[in-house]
């Protein structure tokens, strides 16, 4: 069974910086697609970025591109999300996802970040 | 940028269909992905490649495909249904995961 679980959000001031983790199991996690995909409170899904299963491709949607890093560690079966220069409309609740077989997501619980001063 | 365009509501009773429609330029060369969210929770995958419906999920939820648009339908509609769906798909080069703005089914 596909597990992940996302850690690391919390309370950042606007220009701060948050890395989130998200821990993989129940299935070969070096062979997948990994995404962050995140959703303001009330609103709905955003796709954030991907990355190949090497690391040789990552993809950004507009609004993060330059402030947001997408990482992976395959011996340590993890996501990683770096983000920098936070603004208060990357207020959201962000999901770990993989990419199946079929090209759908599965999905962890999430962790909320929330930018406020 | 590509955009995934669905209603913003639909509502039906017990026992009727729901129809969720799903348009986008790319979607007759990209796959589509339906999600149903409860609040609170995450999306749960309710149909797949376009009209395959994974282990788990009911009978009643069907997807089709027609060019530019594809269609989440709900046959029998039960109360429990009442939630957040929204289709998922890619850009022409698969490049970019794009979501559709999101419908939100009320069962009268």
Known sequence: ?117 | SYELTQPPSVSVSPGQTARITCSGDALPKQYAYWYQQKPGQAPVLVIYKDSERPSGIPERFSGSSSGTTVTLTISGVQAEDEADYYCQSADSSATYVVFGGGTKLTVL
């Open chain 1, 1 to 117: 069974e596909v597990q992940l679980v996302e850690s690391g959000g919390g309370l950042v001031q606007p220009g701060g910086s948050l890395r989130l983790s998200c821990a993989a199991s129940g299935f070969m996690f070096s062979s997948y697609w990994m995404s962050w995909v995140r959703q303001a409170p009330g609103k709905g899904l955003e796709w954030v970025a991907n990355v190949n299963q090497d690391e040789a491709e990552k993809h950004y949607v507009d609004s993060v591109k330059g402030r947001f890093t997408i990482s992976r560690d395959n011996a340590k079966n993890s996501l990683y999300l770096q983000m920098n220069s936070l603004r208060a409309e990357d207020t959201a609740v962000y999901y770990c996802a993989r990419e199946g077989d079929y090209g759908d997501l599965s999905w962890g619980q999430g962790t909320l970040v929330t930018v406020s001063s």
